[in-house]
């Protein structure tokens, strides 16, 4: 059986480990990995509008790695848009590239589950083999860690140097021409980028469980001697 100190390190990784796993769900189900202010340029051509009447050909928009959502305004008030990345729109962005980003943080999903396995094991057992103790969980961290952060910096490959937002924007805009004013990372990006670092502190937690702490001992209680003074009392 491990020690004491041992299972509560164990135990703590194999909740950041179940965390991460838990983070990536949550990323990729949801929409907000960009967010960002269009403007609708043919309205603004067609009126000569001038800078205080931006405001009423300004809308929103905001995706993520599978659907999101626009609302376009372009002279006639508000247009909301449901934006779905598969089937047709994967045709008009880069394909490759973006299933290539899926398929990093499904590897990455894995690798933590495989993670959280092996915490789970390491705080109930004492591992004969060297990969299914601290070694290993420092391998799978690693590579877990890794493919996240590759997925993410795919992501923003994509975004900046393929103009994604403004793909995404113009999809079945055969009318109107939409100019992306402003992007910004959304939190479903950074719940990513910090599922990254709770594999990294994974590895320094799983680190500490080699620290030796001092066995308390007891002392114990001395036993009375009996000399020969006693003994004629």
């Known amino acids: 059986m491990p020690t004491v ?3 509560i390190v164990f135990s703590v990784g194999s909740v ?3 965390g991460s796993v838990a983070l990536l769900v949550v990323a990729l189900s949801t929409e907000r990995w960009i967010t960002g202010t269009i403007l609708c340029q043919t ?3 067609l009126v000569n509008a001038s800078s205080p009447e931006l405001s009423q050909f300004t809308g929103d928009i905001y995706y993520g790695l599978f659907q999101g959502g626009k609302t376009r305004k372009c002279g006639l008030g508000s ?3 449901k934006i779905y990345i598969f089937p047709r729109l994967i045709r008009k ?3 490759g590239l973006h299933m290539i980003i899926i398929f990093f943080h499904f590897i990455a999903i894995g690798f933590a589950l495989v993670s959280l396995a092996f915490c789970i094991y390491n705080a109930r057992k004492v591992p004969y083999q060297s990969i299914k103790g601290p070694l290993g969980l420092y391998l799978w961290n690693f590579i877990a860690a ?5 997925g993410f910096a795919c992501f923003i490959a994509a975004v900046r140097c393929h103009r994604l937002t403004e793909r995404v924007a113009n999809f079945r805009e055969n009318l109107f021409h939409l100019v992306v004013l402003e992007e910004n990372l959304g939190f479903s990006f950074w719940l990513c980028v910090a599922s990254t670092v709770t594999h990294g502190v994974n590895i ?6 080699r620290i030796h702490l001092p066995k308390l001992q007891t002392k114990k209680p001395e036993e009375p001697t009996i000399t020969g003074d006693d ?3």
């Open 231 to 233: 003994l004629l009392y």
């Open 79 to 81: 247009r909301r848009y």
């Open 5 to 7: 100190w041992k299972r």
């Open 146 to 150: 890794f493919f996240s952060s590759l």
């Open 93 to 95: 962005v880069n394909g």
């Open 43 to 45: 309205g603004v051509d």
């Open 204 to 209: 320094l937690v799983v680190a500490s469980s």
């Open 16 to 18: 950041l480990s179940l």
